[in-house]
């Protein structure tokens, strides 16, 4: 079985030779334990952090070893009771063709309800985020104009979606290509998008939310952030997400400047992890999974083909290569 190690701690942007596929032996099944072979592997933000040697909400990947991440596949042997060779899971064990993992940590899934890619993105991880991070943590509310940055991505789709449908007042949204912009109005039915390569992200957005907006939904951080504070009304509210525009940065980000603005809007910033909303996980599935079957949601994935590839598909996600969910078919 391949599996992905991480060789060396990047600098900056990661490279290639930060990392190497290498060959495993895959150990005897213990009672309890399952053998799975990946079929689709998910591509995250979050794991360029775990590329670095500090301590966070989730621990490094140690070098020498195999990283680890979503990954869907079919049970092919099991030790455990309750699965069963032709079960599909969830788990956790990704960036390797065969997993061994105790059942426990496995969730089934069901390949007939929807294509499995869709439980590492829309009906996944990305998926509950954008749900709990707007509907929770923002308190979004009917009415609210929305602002998402990253916002083609696998949460920012479905955030700018999920406010739609939601009643929203009007959702914006940015990304990173004309394409995607274009993606974003016609496919994703936002009510304005703009490529923040283009100008100032301040300018672009008073012009798409001549009103200002209600809450700011941050995948970016940075000239963004700074932006959206511009543009909040009063009792405006932030999730902090993700910033993803300083993941790589070797410097510390200058924006936002205009912090003090939050006094007299009277603004909340309020940063989540999607691991503390498991509670909405079946709330989440119910309402969306209905949104799907509707075609009311639209989703879609960017998909890399075989294991070799996977490590450019992530280097590919942290440049902006996909729109919708990035995932790798093993
Ligand atoms: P996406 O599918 O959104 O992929 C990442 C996207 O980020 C790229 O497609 C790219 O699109 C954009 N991007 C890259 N660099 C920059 C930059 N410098 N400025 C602006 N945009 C940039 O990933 P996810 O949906 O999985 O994640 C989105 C965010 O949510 C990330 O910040 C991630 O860390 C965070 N997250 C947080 C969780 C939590 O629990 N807090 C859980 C899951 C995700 P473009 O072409 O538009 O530049």
């Known amino acids: 079985s391949r599996e992905w190690h991480l060789t060396a701690r990047p600098e900056g942007w990661p490279k290639p030779t930060d990392f190497a596929l290498r060959e495993a032996e895959l150990p005897a099944l213990a009672p309890g334990q399952v053998l799975v072979r990946n079929l689709y592997m998910s591509v995250d933000p979050y794991m360029r952090g775990r590329m670095n040697d500090v301590k966070s909400y989730v621990p490094p990947f140690q070098l020498d070893q195999p990283m680890e991440g979503g990954a869907v596949g079919v049970v092919i042997a099991s030790e455990a009771e309750g699965l069963t060779v032709g079960d599909h899971v969830l788990h956790g064990l990704g960036w390797r063709e065969y997993a061994v993992l105790d059942a426990k940590h496995a969730t089934t899934i069901d390949p007939d309800a929807a294509p499995l890619p869709k439980y590492l993105g829309v009906l996944g991880m990305p998926g509950l985020t954008a749900y709990a991070g707007l509907l929770r943590v923002a308190a979004f509310k009917e009415g609210d104009t929305v602002f998402v940055s990253g916002a083609a991505g696998a949460v920012g789709s479905m955030v700018g979606q999920i406010a739609k449908l939601k009643g929203a007042a009007r959702v914006i949204g940015s990304a990173g290509s004309d394409e995607k912009v274009k993606a974003l109005v016609e496919d994703y039915g936002f009510d304005a998008a703009f490529n923040y390569k283009n100008g100032p992200v301040a300018e672009q957005l008073k012009q798409a ?6 809450v700011y939904f941050d995948n970016v951080g940075g000239e963004h952030l700074e932006a959206a ?18 993941y790589n940065a070797t410097e510390p980000p200058a924006a936002p400047r205009n912090l003090a603005l939050v006094i007299g809007k009277r603004l909340r910033i309020e940063g989540m992890l999607v691991s503390d909303h498991g509670d909405l996980k079946q709330p989440f599935i119910d309402e969306v999974g209905g949104w799907i079957r509707d075609g009311r949601m639209h989703s879609q994935e960017t998909v890399a083909n075989g294991i070799d590839n996977a490590v450019e598909a992530f280097l590919g996600l942290l440049r902006g290569a996909n729109t919708g969910k990035m995932v790798v078919k093993l």
Not at 209 to 214: E, L, N, Q, R, V
């Open 209 to 214: 939310a001549p009103d200002g907006i209600d």
């Open 229 to 246: 504070i511009s543009s909040l009304n009063v009792h405006g509210r932030i999730v902090v997400c993700g910033m993803i525009a300083q």
